[in-house]
Every structure is written in structure tokens, then in C-alpha cells.
């Protein structure tokens, strides 16, 4: 399986635009951990689907938090340390950031697993993704973070690092630094957290669009349209995604 486990999304509705037409709202809630490789590869296959759409409607998208290594120590872990327990050998992860580097080229994604020295925690990413969406700024905030970590290889463990990445993508260096030091936000990231359990979501990205139609995995965009437009069923054929499995560990 290549996913990475969470996920969620909203509901249809009609705003009237005048007495003939009307333009659909479809609401899109993506469960997502900023170190999930799928994660950034859905993001992009989303943006494909957005801008395919056969309907008029306005995509409205929330990212929601999921956190692959609830456990990580708060600095992180070396990353070949980490990989190479998880795995049983260096050689295994390698071969897996292989596979995913190919598909993320399909993307337009340029993965630079050789970057990543540290697999952070990402409790304080989530919580600024949080912040970020109260200021409108949610999805660059959410794409500088993919960007820094698995493009750029930095150090997402760092509260240095992290403002200096929302910053760049719109965020108020003030305002993000007095929140990380606060306890700001971090009841909404639990409740998202608990929702998700609660939905039994074991692998993300995690798609739930217009409240009804949930798909695990970094679907191909032709998927997402069709779910743009029609009420359905969870599904989880044929997704690639990181999952956790029975004793806790994600598979990416």
C-alpha cells in the first residue's frame, strides 16, 4: 500500500446566483500529514482535479491534521536511524523513497529524500496549518511545508525553521511566533484528531468531499472530479497512501 493514513471532506450546497442559476460548493476536508510523500503527490493531483472540473462550482478545500508518528520524540530522529528500524534495513527504505520519487516526478513533485536528515515531529506544523487557516492562507502554508521538508530537506522539528517557512508563504512572523509559544490551537488539532479516529481513518491523504463521498489514497484526478459531482460510498481501492498499521507505525 502507498499511503499515508487521514482524511476528511464537506458538504454540497446551492447558492443561488439568481433566479436561473446556481453555482455548486463543493467542500473538500483533506486528512494529510506534512511528512507523507502521498500527501504532497494528492495535493497536486487535487490542484488537476480542481482545475478539470465539469461543473461550475467553487472547491473549497480545509487540510486537517494527522499525525503519522504521534510519538516522535519533540527534536525529531535521524531520519536513516528512524527509517532503518522501521524497515529492518537501510536498503528496504531506500527502495521505497525510489518508488515514491518516481511517482512524485509524474507530478511535477522533484522528491530530495537525500536531503532529509530528520524525521520531525509535526505537532507544531499542524497546529501553524491550523493558524493558517483562520488567515486564509492555509494552502500555501500547507505547500511551503511540503516544499521545505521534501524538497529542501529542512529540519521541520525546528521552531526556527517552521516560522521561517510560514512566513514565506504569508504568515505573520509575530503572530506565528507567539502562537508556537502558547498553547493556542492545540484543542482543534485534537478534535480533528479524535474525528478522525473516530471516521477510522488508517491511511492518508484522506479525501471526504461534500461530507459524503470519502477516498483514501492519492487518487488519480479523474477519481476526485467524479467525486466532485456525485454523492457515494468510502472507498479504499486502489490507493496509495502511508498507513498505520496494527502496531502503530506508518508504512512511509
Not at 455548486?24 to 472540473?53: F, H, Q
Not at 497546529?127 to 511540503?146: H, S, T
Not at 498553547?183 to 488539532?189: K, P, W
Amino acid at each position: 500500500m502507498r499511503e499515508c493514513q487521514l482524511g476528511v471532506v464537506d458538504v454540497l450546497e446551492f447558492q443561488a446566483l439568481d433566479e436561473r442559476e446556481a453555482v455548486m460548493t463543493v467542500n473538500v476536508d483533506v486528512t494529510s500529514d506534512v511528512i507523507c510523500p502521498w500527501c504532497y503527490i494528492g495535493k497536486r493531483r487535487l490542484e488537476k482535479a480542481i482545475a478539470a472540473r465539469r461543473v461550475q462550482a467553487d472547491v473549497r478545500v480545509r487540510w486537517l491534521p494527522f499525525q503519522l508518528n504521534p510519538h516522535m520524540p519533540k527534536e525529531g530522529r535521524n531520519r536513516k536511524e528512524y527509517r532503518t528500524a522501521k524497515f529492518g534495513s537501510w536498503e528496504r527504505s531506500l527502495g521505497l523513497d525510489v518508488q515514491v520519487t518516481a511517482a512524485g516526478r509524474d507530478e511535477g513533485i522533484p522528491f530530495a529524500f537525500d536531503k532529509i536528515l530528520r524525521t520531525p515531529n509535526t505537532l507544531n506544523a499542524h497546529r501553524l496549518i491550523w493558524l493558517a487557516g483562520q488567515d486564509g492562507v492555509q494552502d500555501a502554508v500547507v505547500e511551503a511545508l511540503f516544499r521545505a521538508y521534501f524538497t529542501e530537506g529542512r529540519d521541520l522539528s525546528r521552531s526556527a525553521v517552521l516560522l521561517d517557512v510560514v512566513v514565506e508563504a504569508g504568515l505573520s512572523r509575530s503572530r506565528a511566533d507567539a502562537f508556537l509559544n502558547s498553547d493556542e490551537g492545540l484543542v482543534a488539532i485534537r478534535a480533528a484528531e479524535e474525528q478522525a479516529r473516530r471516521a477510522e481513518v488508517q491511511g492518508v491523504p484522506y479525501f471526504l468531499i461534500n461530507g459524503t463521498v470519502a477516498l483514501s489514497g492519492a487518487r488519480e484526478p479523474s477519481v476526485l472530479v467524479d467525486a466532485f459531482e456525485q454523492p457515494g460510498h468510502a472507498s479504499n481501492d486502489g490507493r496509495s497512501d502511508c498507513q498505520i498499521g496494527q502496531g502503530g507505525e506508518p508504512s512511509c
